[in-house]
């Protein structure tokens, strides 16, 4: 079987209070996926379920070495999923609310791209 790949999705996601790497790398999944519907890996590709999709999911983010991987897949609601995490995004000087359990000023970017595939016989 050949992997192809079927669709390429990309997002953003920011967490403006709490400095939570992972907040904004499952925010930048959600923001990836949030407008678009796959109709064609059934009508196309010829899959029975959503989870014979294989979702690769690649993010980069300030401090990936934080990041909980489990709590950002959890974002993608089908498919055999895997995530790589690597150094990225950005850092952008806030201002820290004692209210909102800050830690510091920052507030984190992350970027996201999602991909799906379908295989295939060749």
């Known amino acids: 079987m050949a992997r192809k790949r079927f669709i390429i999705e990309m997002g953003m996601g920011i967490d403006q ?3 939570d790497p992972t907040v904004a790398a499952a925010r930048a999944v959600r923001n990836a996926i949030a407008n678009n519907a796959l109709p064609g890996v059934w009508e196309v590709a010829g899959l029975s379920h959503p989870n014979e999709m ?3 999911v690649q ?3 300030p401090y990936p070495e ?3 991987q489990e709590e950002v897949l959890a974002v993608l609601p089908f498919g055999r999923k895997s995530l790589s995490v690597e150094v990225g995004g950005m850092v952008v000087q806030g201002k820290a609310i004692p209210e909102l ?3 510091n000023d920052e507030m984190l ?8 595939l ?3 016989e060749e």
Not at 109 to 116: E, F, G, S
């Open 17 to 19: 209070h709490g400095q």
């Open 54 to 56: 294989i979702v690769e």
């Open 59 to 61: 993010v980069a983010v």
């Open 66 to 68: 934080q990041v909980r």
């Open 101 to 103: 359990d800050d830690k």
């Open 109 to 116: 970017i992350a970027v996201a791209a999602v991909t799906v």
């Open 118 to 120: 379908v295989e295939n």
